[in-house]
């Protein structure tokens, strides 16, 4: 994509974003000189035109899929708050919504299955064909009018599943137990044939779609659940279905994974996302100098304290984070963990300096 060179203008704050976080000063939209959604694009095939932080991206997480509401998570045209929503998900499982932490959870003691060969009899696959998609398509029609990059969500992957079905101890058994592995295996074929058909729906239903992101938490704080040689095994074949199809589309696919997974990058990499962006607990910044030219990884940048840094300490920080990390030949973005803590002086430096080194 030919974009001209940088110009002072494009630093004029045409809209405001409140912060997600509730804190902090809040997010300024410049005066792009191109789409945002064009530039997220360019990113994604390598041609990174400044350092995508956010504001470029518009999250779609509709209510037409019923695990949406019973995660307690749409973000649509319907009018649906967040947080409003629990009970039952696209396999019948109920969840409920737990005020205190801000999400849904699956309540334990009472597993769907008590093994995993157990899902050949007693699961009832959702009809995704009955669900309310020309409807969904009408109240939607505002929201995904957009110069954004649009991300439709797909919470609750393989191994979330799986969890849903079983408990995590029960999952996490069944993971590495030889009696349950083959059942485990056949059970993430079907699903990813599940999500292919769940993302040809949302494409055909939502062609303004740019881009998926699905969830599937692989670690804790400290470390990851499995190793990844048990990732490798289990999961990765059945990711790399999916995002092969995602690919096949022209649209692009992003790993929403939590937990402390620097092990994991590797199978992240073997399954085909182009982008993952790791929770505090993880050092991106070693992980985009170890895996960024394979993957795009959100760097967080190395945090300050905005009231006792000065206006020219954090510009210089932000030059340092361009430097090394906002490379033509090894894009990244702006980590999104680490963005709420960012100043606007620091967002104004890093957007001017990111267009200068990735024009040259």
Same mark, same amino acid.
């Given at each position: 994509?030919? *974009?001209?060179? =940088? ?5 004029? %704050? ?8 509730? @804190? ?113 398509? $009408?109240?939607?029609?505002? &929201? ?20 849903? &079905?079983?408990? &995590? ?6 993971? *590495? ?21 769940? *993302?040809? $729906? ?9 881009? =998926? ?8 704080? $400290?470390? @990851?659940? &499995? ?37 994991? %990058? ?17 050092? @991106? ?36 984070? %361009? ?19 960012? @100043?606007? %002086? ?15």
């Amino acid at each position: 994509m030919s *974009v001209p060179a =940088f110009d002072p203008k494009e630093l004029e %704050v045409v809209a405001e974003i409140p912060s997600r976080f509730g @804190t902090g000063a809040p997010t300024p939209v410049y005066n792009f000189p191109v789409k945002p959604r064009e530039a997220l694009i360019a990113l994604f095939k390598g041609e990174p035109l400044w350092q995508i932080a956010g504001v470029e991206q518009k999250l779609f997480v509709p209510k037409v899929n019923p695990d949406n509401i019973a995660r307690a998570f749409v973000i649509d045209g319907s009018g649906m708050s967040m947080g409003e929503g629990g009970g039952k998900d696209m396999f019948g499982i109920e969840w409920e919504y737990i005020a205190q932490v801000g999400g849904s959870m699956v309540r334990p003691g009472k597993p769907f299955l008590s093994d995993a060969n157990e899902w050949y009899d007693k699961l009832v696959w959702p009809d995704i064909d009955s669900w309310e998609w020309e409807e969904a398509e $009408k109240y939607n029609k505002e &929201f995904l009018t957009t110069d954004n990059y649009i991300t439709c969500w797909i919470m609750n992957g393989w191994y979330e599943r799986l969890i849903s &079905f079983m408990d &995590f101890e029960g999952a996490i058994m069944a993971m *590495v137990d030889e009696d349950q592995t083959d059942a485990v295996k056949e059970l993430f074929d079907k699903l990813s044939d599940l999500y292919i058909r769940l *993302v040809d $729906k949302h494409l055909l239903h939502f062609p303004q779609i740019n881009g =998926f992101s699905i969830h599937d938490d692989w670690g804790s704080q $400290k470390e @990851t659940f &499995f190793s990844p040689a048990v990732a490798e095994e289990m999961i990765v074949p059945y990711m790399k279905k999916v995002t092969d199809h995602i690919h096949s589309k022209g649209r692009f696919c992003d790993l929403h994974s939590c937990g402390q997974l620097m092990k994991q %990058v590797p199978n992240m990499i073997a399954a085909g996302w182009d982008s993952w962006s790791g929770q505090p607990m993880n050092d @991106t910044q070693k992980i985009y100098e170890l895996y960024g030219d394979k993957i795009i990884i959100g760097v967080s940048p190395t945090p300050f304290d905005p009231e006792t840094t000065s206006e020219e300490e954090q510009r210089l920080a932000a030059r340092e984070y %361009v430097n090394n990390f906002c490379r033509r030949d090894k894009p990244s973005m702006l980590g999104a963990y680490g963005a709420q803590i960012i @100043t606007p %002086v620091f967002r104004e430096e890093l957007y001017m300096r990111s267009r200068e080194n990735y024009s040259k």
